[in-house]
């Protein structure tokens, strides 16, 4: 066994594929298969489960994975860190962002970050499914929620917390909202873009004296959609009432264009995170931009 083996073993198990991997190998594919099976057979253990269709990792490849990306990185940073005395940081890095957040903030830390080091290029997608970063070849992802992949690490960035809100024209024309029941008579639109809560909206009744009571109420409206931007901008022209992160609304709020109701009770709060693979070796260039990040959303604190 050697390393070679082991970077053409991770080459498989990111593309999922013997001929990806071949390509970026620059072998042929039945030359790196026999590679692979060289080292399973070094180790005595199979690592990939082989069929017609897809390849997956046994248990012992998905432990050997989590070692072998380490050395992997380890030795990407070995030589960037020799080339940075001439040549500073280098690298690509993809990444996948929140729309919310990307409109707001990323887009500009992340072009600053490139200007700190132009060596590094980023591909920067927004968009808010939970992708796959290992198929999608991501090396970082920022999501808003609870982490549910065990085989990810998460590093909080910031807690968001959400408004319940509308146009103060839609109060004028509907009147104003004081206890959860009276949602159920009024027309609230629906954020789809959760795991849970769409239709259920929770909250934390605060009360002198008394312990903290969770509180909920099933709402429906004329509007449901996975989009913030669309629910705002539904809110701005006095259609309904929304719940939604703060930030997306932050400015309205400030300028009176939306209106913050049921400020008696506390609204839902989630963490947003930098989520990458687990590793036990994260390449520089990663954390410095994590780094950046988590700098641009406290920076806008006051937004979330």
Same mark, same amino acid.
């Given at each position: 066994?050697?390393?070679?083996?082991?970077?053409?073993?991770?080459?498989?198990? =990111?593309?999922?594929?013997?001929?990806?991997?071949?390509?970026?190998?620059?072998?042929?594919?039945?030359?790196? %298969?026999?590679?692979?099976?060289?080292? /399973?057979?070094?180790?005595?253990?199979? +690592?990939?489960?082989?069929?017609?269709?897809?390849?997956?990792?046994?248990?012992?490849?998905?432990?050997?994975?989590?070692?072998?990306?380490?050395?992997? !990185?380890?030795?990407?940073?070995?030589?960037?860190?020799?080339?940075?005395?001439?040549?500073?940081?280098? !690298?690509?890095?993809?990444?996948?962002?929140? $729309?919310?957040?990307?409109?707001?903030? +990323?887009? /500009?830390?992340?072009?600053?970050?490139?200007?700190?080091?132009?060596?590094? $290029?980023? =591909?920067?997608?927004?968009?808010?499914?939970?992708?796959?970063?290992?198929?999608?070849?991501?090396?970082?992802?920022?999501?808003?929620?609870?982490? /549910?992949?065990?085989?990810?690490?998460?590093?909080?960035?910031?807690?968001?917390?959400?408004?319940?809100?509308?146009?103060? %024209?839609?109060?004028?024309?509907?009147?104003?909202?004081?206890?959860?029941?009276?949602?159920?008579?009024?027309?609230?639109?629906?954020?789809?873009?959760?795991?849970?809560? %769409?239709?259920?909206?929770?909250?934390? #009744?605060?009360?002198?004296?008394?312990?903290?009571?969770?509180?909920?109420?099933?709402?429906?409206? %004329? +509007?449901?959609?996975?989009?913030?931007?669309?629910?705002? #901008?539904?809110?701005?022209? !006095?259609?309904?009432?929304?719940?939604?992160?703060?930030?997306?609304?932050?400015?309205?709020?400030?300028?009176?264009?939306?209106?913050?109701?049921?400020?008696?009770?506390?609204?839902?709060?989630?963490?947003?995170?930098?989520?990458?693979?687990? $590793?036990?070796? +994260?390449?520089?260039?990663?954390?410095?931009?994590? /780094?950046?990040? #988590?700098?641009?959303?406290?920076?806008?604190?006051?937004?979330?």
């Amino acid at each position: 066994m050697n390393a070679a083996d082991l970077t053409l073993f991770v080459y498989v198990a =990111d593309t999922g594929s013997f001929n990806k991997a071949a390509q970026l190998a620059e072998l042929s594919t039945p030359a790196l %298969s026999k590679r692979i099976s060289r080292l /399973e057979q070094s180790l005595g253990v199979q +690592l990939i489960h082989r069929t017609t269709r897809r390849l997956s990792l046994t248990e012992a490849g998905e432990s050997l994975y989590v070692h072998a990306k380490n050395i992997e !990185g380890q030795v990407s940073d070995a030589v960037a860190a020799v080339s940075a005395f001439s040549h500073g940081l280098s !690298g690509h890095i993809k990444i996948s962002v929140p $729309t919310i957040s990307g409109e707001l903030l +990323l887009a /500009e830390a992340i072009a600053e970050f490139c200007q700190m080091y132009p060596n590094i $290029t980023v =591909d920067m997608r927004l968009e808010n499914d939970f992708v796959n970063l290992v198929e999608e070849g991501l090396d970082l992802a920022v999501r808003t929620g609870q982490l /549910e992949d065990s085989s990810l690490i998460a590093k909080l960035l910031i807690q968001s917390n959400w408004v319940v809100c509308c146009s103060p %024209s839609y109060i004028e024309k509907h009147g104003e909202v004081t206890h959860l029941e009276e949602l159920k008579k009024h027309n609230c639109l629906a954020y789809t873009y959760q795991a849970q809560g %769409s239709f259920d909206w929770r909250f934390i #009744k605060n009360e002198i004296g008394k312990d903290s009571i969770e509180e909920s109420v099933r709402i429906s409206g %004329s +509007l449901t959609t996975n989009n913030a931007q669309a629910l705002r #901008k539904a809110a701005l022209a !006095g259609f309904g009432i929304v719940y939604v992160p703060r930030c997306c609304v932050y400015e309205d709020l400030q300028k009176g264009a939306l209106q913050a109701i049921l400020t008696d009770y506390q609204p839902r709060q989630l963490g947003v995170y930098a989520i990458y693979p687990q $590793t036990r070796y +994260l390449p520089e260039k990663l954390r410095l931009l994590i /780094e950046h990040i #988590k700098k641009a959303y406290q920076n806008k604190k006051e937004y979330f």
